[in-house]
């Protein structure tokens, strides 16, 4: 089990940030919050070098990245230990022969929220309609989760996900939920 004490030091907020692509949105925000630590999960190779490079560059303490499925990370964390995840812009999984795969399902909601601290929250992203109603519908199953749509942060990050989406006429929903219980 991963000591975040000991990572980051004794009572630190810590945020899991899920699949951070290329990692833009997790640089601005590790830039501007410098007391929030950072765990940030990614497969994609360049998007974690990306992001150590930053790191690296700002001298940044508060932040570490995992290259791996999420999946496989979460085991490493304790119940009640995370002040917040973010999963923004999460792979769609449009066939529905695909849609196993995706990261929103009762499992990994339940997993999630597993590790947040009461008061945590769950912050999902997307700009696909479908996975936003997809998302309300599989954490509502979630007792210790209340919460729903909120109009989009002005802090969260613009990332290319998004602007992709915008520019072929999506829309992004944001839903926040926190743990409480």
């Known amino acids: 089990m991963l000591d975040l004490d000991v990572v980051f030091g004794e009572g630190a907020s810590v945020v899991l940030d899920i ?3 290329g990692g833009e949105g997790l640089i601005e925000m590790a830039a501007a ?3 929030e630590c950072i765990i ?5 190779t360049p998007g974690v070098a990306k992001v150590i ?3 690296e560059a700002g001298g940044w303490r508060h932040v570490r990245v995992v290259e791996g499925d999420a999946l496989d990370f979460l085991p490493r964390l304790a119940p009640a230990t995370l002040s ?3 999963i923004w812009f ?3 999984w449009l066939k529905r022969k695909q849609q196993h795969r995706r990261i929103v399902r009762p499992d990994v909601v339940r997993l999630l929220t597993d590790r947040l601290r009461v008061g945590g929250t769950l912050h999902v992203a997307t700009d696909i309609a479908e996975y936003a109603t997809h998302t309300e519908r599989t954490v509502a199953g979630e007792p210790r989760l209340t ?3 909120v109009p989009r942060p002005e802090w969260r990050p613009t990332t290319r996900f998004e602007r992709r989406g915008h520019a072929e006429g ?3 929903t944001d839903l926040v939920y926190e743990r409480i219980v």
Do not use: C, I
Not at 40 to 44: A, D, L, R, W, Y
């Open 147 to 149: 919460g729903g749509l």
């Open 53 to 55: 490079e930053a790191g």
């Open 90 to 92: 999460p792979d769609p």
């Open 40 to 44: 940030g999960v990614e497969v994609h």
């Open 19 to 21: 699949g951070f692509g």
């Open 84 to 86: 917040g995840v973010r």
């Open 33 to 35: 919050r410098s007391d």
């Open 170 to 172: 999506r829309t992004a």
